[in-house]
């Protein structure tokens, strides 16, 4: 699948009620030689969870993990579907810039844009709150 080499994801798992009880979120770390960072989790009344993980490890136990997940009923969802950014409405007023943690905003020098590496990205929203023209958006799916 690829060459076996050092992996850090950001990703968000959406959990059943059947599976949030669970400990397969652990289990990355015991199975699969994962390191696992949680950035957000909640669990609502009906016991349905989501979280937020910095997954570490090597490619190819990343890629058998994230299967061991979906086998469990666990939905993955990349962050990059939850914060979207209007490239067409942001006036580059580096609002957002303060706010976020993970530097997934940032200000070219030469340039003065703002980008946005959704990469680093851990959807916490913060930037969703500040920005005066609401370029910076959640996904409404979630």
Same mark, same amino acid.
């Given at each position: 699948?690829?060459?076996?080499?050092?992996?850090?994801?950001?990703?968000?798992?959406?959990?059943?009620?059947?599976?949030?009880?669970?400990?397969?979120?652990?289990?990355?770390?015991?199975?699969?030689?994962?390191?696992?960072?949680?950035?957000?989790?909640?669990?609502?009344?009906?016991?349905?969870?989501?979280?937020?993980?910095?997954?570490?490890?090597?490619?190819?136990?990343?890629?058998?993990?994230?299967?061991?997940?979906?086998?469990?009923?666990?939905?993955?969802?990349?962050?990059?579907?939850?914060?979207?950014? /209007?490239? =067409?409405? &942001?006036?580059? #007023? @580096?609002? $957002?810039?303060?706010? %976020? !943690?993970?530097? +997934?905003?940032?200000?070219?020098?030469?340039?003065?844009?703002?980008?946005? /590496?959704? =990469?680093? &990205?851990?959807? #916490? @929203?913060? $930037?969703?709150?500040? %920005? !005066?023209?609401? +370029?910076?958006?959640i996904d409404p799916q979630d």
């Amino acid at each position: 699948m690829s060459d076996n080499k050092n992996f850090n994801k950001i990703i968000h798992l959406a959990f059943p009620p059947t599976v949030s009880g669970r400990p397969v979120v652990c289990n990355l770390g015991k199975l699969y030689n994962l390191s696992f960072n949680i950035l957000k989790a909640d669990i609502n009344p009906r016991h349905e969870g989501s979280m937020t993980l910095e997954i570490t490890g090597l490619e190819e136990d990343y890629h058998k993990g994230l299967n061991y997940l979906k086998e469990n009923g666990i939905k993955l969802i990349p962050v990059a579907q939850k914060i979207a950014r /209007d490239d =067409d409405s &942001c006036m580059h #007023c @580096g609002m $957002c810039l303060a706010m %976020c !943690p993970t530097g +997934a905003l940032s200000l070219d020098q030469k340039s003065r844009l703002v980008l946005f /590496d959704l =990469d680093k &990205c851990t959807a #916490c @929203g913060l $930037c969703t709150k500040v %920005c !005066p023209v609401r +370029a910076m958006e959640i996904d409404p799916q979630d």
